[in-house]
């Protein structure tokens, strides 16, 4: 598993003694290094938005995702010194979204297929939603991450970003203009610091090979199975 807070899910599954803390293998160093040789090369400061487009998923809800969506863009168009990239999850992708981009023809904006990890890499700002992990895709390159509104509060379920306290939330769009200003002009703020600290320890196996242990535990693994 990643890290131990898994460990409550999982138990109810698989007998303790045999789950095995070995961290993210793909935010290894080497790993990393390798995916972020390809460059991207725009001039200007990029301001990334990480969007489940989940259009048409119950439609009742669309209208209010349009509303959501219109209200980050007209935060995201003030900050007209900077690229804005969209990376749209890859299966909640509805194309709707692409109508309410459209309406905002003076906004220097692309779409990119590029790998997260590349874009998170050469962003500025990495801004997101509540219910992806793409958070740890920011903040393994010390990017100031911030989470936007959510449209149902749900108070049944503690998400692992609001238990590490890693999340920063833009409440409503004045706040996410706040911290995207805070982002850009400060980012050694203190808020930014203590997320990326919340981060680091909460991954007890980050950067010292995971792959590697993964891979000689898998191995120690079957040569006791071939006993």
């Known amino acids: 598993l990643c890290n131990k807070l898994d460990i409550n899910h999982w138990?109810?599954?698989i007998a303790k003694r045999k789950i095995k803390i070995v961290g993210?293998?793909?935010?290894d160093k080497e790993w990393l290094t390798k995916l972020n040789k390809k460059k991207i090369l725009i001039k200007k400061p990029i301001i990334l938005v990480a969007y489940s487009s989940r259009f048409n998923l119950e439609k009742k809800n669309n209208k209010n995702l349009e509303i959501q969506l219109s209200q980050i863009m007209n935060v995201l168009k003030k900050f007209n010194?900077?690229?804005i990239i969209f990376k749209i999850h890859p299966r909640k992708n509805d194309p709707y979204y692409l109508k309410i981009l459209r309406?905002?023809?003076d906004v220097d904006l692309e779409i990119s297929n590029q790998n997260l990890l590349t874009l998170t890499k050469a962003c500025?700002?990495?801004i997101h939603d509540k219910y992806s992990s793409v958070i740890y895709e920011g903040l393994v390159f010390k990017k100031p991450c911030i989470e936007y509104w959510d449209l149902q509060k749900d108070t049944n379920t503690i998400y692992a970003q609001d238990y590490l306290k890693i999340n920063v939330v833009a409440k409503n769009p004045k706040k996410l203009h706040y911290y995207i200003?805070?982002?850009?002009?400060?980012?050694?703020?203190?808020?930014w610091i203590k997320q990326y600290n919340n981060f680091k320890s909460s991954n007890?196996?980050?950067?010292i090979q995971s792959s590697k242990q993964t891979a000689n535990l898998m191995i120690?693994?079957?040569n006791n199975m071939n006993k």
């Open 124 to 126: 500025d700002v990495f």
């Open 103 to 105: 309406r905002f023809k």
């Open 204 to 207: 007890e196996k980050f950067n």
């Open 11 to 13: 138990e109810k599954r």
């Open 24 to 27: 993210v293998p793909k935010y």
């Open 181 to 191: 200003n805070l982002a850009i002009n400060n980012p050694r703020n203190k808020i």
């Open 220 to 222: 120690k693994i079957e």
């Open 81 to 83: 010194d900077h690229k």
